[in-house]
């Protein structure tokens, strides 16, 4: 059975940092596509961040220069670091893991950033 597990989430003051993980199994994140999505109330679910198998990484152009996003396969976990929050960034964060057609989602983790 795939799963995927978000950790990390929090309450966090403005201009302030936390680290949201994403723990695998099931699947072998190698060879997957890893994607942070984030959804805010009221707002459509948008991607934040991107790291491709081969480590190419792409990013929102909100969280640009704030956001890092990165993956350990060794063990099968992927990571963003969010630096220099904004109440903006007050989501829900989702990890995904895209190979092909097939993607599959965590439960998310309650990222809350208090102005």
């Known amino acids: 059975q795939v799963q995927l597990v978000e950790s990390g989430g929090g309450l966090v003051q403005a201009g302030g940092s936390l680290s949201v993980s994403c723990s695998a199994s099931g699947i072998d994140i190698s060879v997957y596509t890893m994607d942070w999505y984030r959804q805010a109330p009221g707002k459509q679910r948008e991607l934040v961040a991107r790291?491709?198998?081969?480590?190419?990484?792409t990013y929102a152009d909100s969280v640009k220069g704030r956001f890092t996003i990165s993956r350990d396969n060794a063990k099968n976990t992927a990571s963003l670091q969010m630096n220099s929050l904004k109440a903006d960034d007050t989501a829900v964060y989702y990890c995904?893991?895209?190979?092909?057609?097939?993607?599959?989602w965590g439960q998310g983790t309650q990222v809350t950033v208090s102005s």
């Open positions: 995904s893991a895209l190979r092909g057609l097939s993607r599959r």
């Open positions: 790291v491709t198998p081969g480590g190419s990484t």
